[in-house]
Structure formats: structure tokens, C-alpha cells
């Protein structure tokens, strides 16, 4: 069965650092390109990053680049995004994802829930 | 890519037949997917490509269209479907649609 399980969300300040884990089990980790999305309160969807199989191509959208990084650890079949600089816009459930057939995201992580509040 | 999805909710009954349109700003030939999600839950895959059916979702939901308009389905709406409805063609969702209770 295939599993996507987040952690490291929590509450920090402005301008704090966290960092989000991905632990996946159930498939071969290292085949799959991976992504994570967030999701501010009451609000829709939002694409944050990608990295390829091996991570040596990877994407951010303009919100967030410059201040998170996102990895992986394919011998740890672990995705990772740390988060530098938090803003209060910041604040969202981060969701880890797999990638699918035709750029579709087939498996979700349940979310981890990260606040940025003074 | 600016992805358009309407309408923003809408209310229903159950056994009605629901249809939610996304339409993309350019052509994005079938890159089109739709999910469900519901409260507190992450989102599902329910439709990749614009109309291949994700295993195990039920044949009542249908996806059509290719270029800059597309469709989901719901052919007899059933009490668990209540939920939001997003589109999304690569790193763009649509705004959400929340189906209700009529």
C-alpha cells in the first residue's frame, strides 16, 4: 500500500525556520518525481515545489522561491522542504504528493500543519 | 497558464447530475486533471488527462474536453460526493468548486 506520511509542521514566528519530512513506503520512492502542495486556511490549493526522480531537477513557485528548498533522500525514501524566512502567508497544511501518469498527483501525504504567528 | 473553474459552488440534490467546467487561459491539449477533496482530508485524484477515470473512483465521474475546455461529471450525485472539486493542468489549480447540499 502505498504511504505518504508528513511531520516537522508546528508554530514558529515570523522569519523562523522549519523543516517538512515526507516518509514514503510502499512503492519504489526513487522512480517517482514528487511535489508539495499547501493549502491556507479556508482557502484552495496552491503548488509549492517539484523534484524529479533524482533530484537534479526542481521547481518553486514565485511565493516561495528564494526561502525553501525542497530534497530528497532516495536511499531514505524521505522528501523533504525546509522552509527559511517564514512569512504570516506562509501559514497553510503542506501536503506531500506523488506524481503520476500525464503530470496527474496520484497519492497524498495527510498534511502537516505549519503557523506562522508572532 | 491561468486555469478558470466554474461555477464556485453550487447546491444539489441527491441523484442530480452535476457539471463543473475549467477552462485554461491557452491550449493545454488533455493535461487536465480533477480531484475531490473533502474537509480536513487531502485532496483525491478522481480524473487524469482530462478523461481517464483514476482506479477505483466510481464510473459515475466522467471528465471531458481538450484544449481550453473542460468538464467534470457527476451523473447521479450521491451523498459521499459532497465535497470541493479542483481542476489543475501542471503546477495550476482551478479555485475550487464546492458542491452543497440543496
Known sequence: ?118 | IHMTQSPSSLSASVGDRVTITCRASQSISNFLNWYQQKPGKAPKLLIYAASSLQDGVPSRFSGSGSGTDFTLTISSLQPEDFATYYCQQRWTFGQGTKVEIK
Open chain 1, 1 to 118: 500500500e502505498v504511504q505518504l506520511v508528513e511531520s516537522g509542521g508546528g508554530s514558529v514566528q515570523p522569519g523562523g525556520s522549519l523543516r517538512l519530512s515526507c516518509a514514503a513506503s510502499g512503492f519504489t520512492f526513487s522512480s517517482y518525481e514528487m511535489i508539495w502542495v499547501r493549502q491556507a486556511p479556508g482557502k484552495g490549493l496552491e503548488w509549492v515545489s517539484y523534484i524529479n526522480s533524482f533530484g537534479s531537477i526542481i521547481f518553486y513557485a514565485d511565493s516561495v522561491k528564494g526561502r525553501f528548498t525542497i530534497s530528497r533522500d532516495n536511499a531514505k525514501n524521505s522528501l523533504y522542504l525546509q522552509m527559511n524566512s517564514l512569512r504570516a502567508e506562509d501559514t497553510a497544511v503542506y501536503y506531500c504528493a506523488r506524481e503520476a501518469t500525464l503530470l496527474s498527483w496520484d497519492y497524498w501525504g495527510q498534511g502537516t500543519l505549519v503557523t506562522v504567528s508572532s
